[in-house]
């Protein structure tokens, strides 16, 4: 008896794997792929201040129509640098983006015409002073642009143009300046990188023109004008080079 009843175990033990063998067989479970990292494209909106310095070159010239020495002094470079400060504010859709700065800039520009110019030099002669030449300067200039430009993620590439203000100053070397506040427009153009969440750096380039104006009104500092009234007319034009940081605050 005992023999039969290990015999029909072992049958059915038998059966059994056979049975298993038949059945089909659950597929493996794949292996899950890692989710890849996407990092988030930098958002350009919000309010930005920062601060700005760089180089600034341009030109003058000194006219007067009336003058019977010529009419003017020729124009002439002007160079030196400049530092200041920078607040704008920026909207952004897509990759679109559009925004207001503004900016103020202490500077050192500054130059001079060639001595030998009458126009600057006859009224240091009539004063019996010799190696004088007219001078334009300007120590602060500031704007107040808009800004169109199209970021690719952490680079924002614009455009810009706006209004210009600024000083300048005219009267011949170790005489008295006389000083205007002008008003004019500026254009230009430029590229900003982000370098963290909230920090960028620019380069751009800004070309400013404030015109003409009356600033010479006396002859002794204010070029020869033989009618003794002197009414030269000053133009002053720029071009800037500048760097700048800048901290955005989030919306």
């Not at 000194?62 to 200041?84: E, Q, R, T, V």
């Not at 920078?86 to 202490?106: C, K, R």
């Not at 430009?149 to 300048?168: K, M, Q, S």
Request: proline share 4%.
């Amino acid at each position: 008896m005992r023999r039969l009843f290990l015999t029909a175990a072992v049958l059915a033990a038998a059966a059994g794997q056979a049975l298993a063998a038949d059945l089909p067989q659950p597929a493996p479970s794949p292996m899950r792929a890692p989710i890849p990292y996407i990092a988030p494209v930098f958002n350009w909106a919000g309010i930005y201040a920062g601060v700005n310095g760089g180089y600034g070159f341009g030109s003058s010239t000194w006219s007067d129509p009336a003058n019977a020495a010529g009419g003017g002094s020729g124009n002439f470079h002007l160079n030196g640098g400049m530092i200041g400060g920078t607040l704008g504010v920026n909207f952004q859709a897509n990759w679109f983006v559009v925004g207001v700065e503004t900016d103020l800039d202490w500077q050192g520009e500054k130059g001079t015409s060639g001595v030998g110019n009458l126009f600057c030099a006859a009224p240091a002669t009539a004063a019996g002073v010799t190696g004088l030449s007219c001078q334009t300067r300007s120590d602060w200039i500031g704007t107040a642009r808009g800004r169109v430009g199209a970021a690719i993620d952490r680079l924002l590439f614009y455009a810009t143009a706006g209004a210009a203000y600024g000083n300048v100053q005219a009267g011949l070397t170790s005489l008295p300046t006389q000083s205007t506040t002008r008003f004019g427009w500026s254009a230009g153009a430029g590229v900003e990188a982000a370098f963290s969440a909230n920090w960028t750096a620019k380069f751009e380039y800004l070309y400013a023109d404030l015109g003409h104006g009356a600033n010479c009104n006396t002859l002794a500092s204010c070029g020869f004008d033989p009618t003794g009234v002197a009414n030269n007319s000053v133009k002053f034009t720029e071009n800037m080079l500048r760097v700048g940081v800048n901290y955005k605050f989030n919306f």
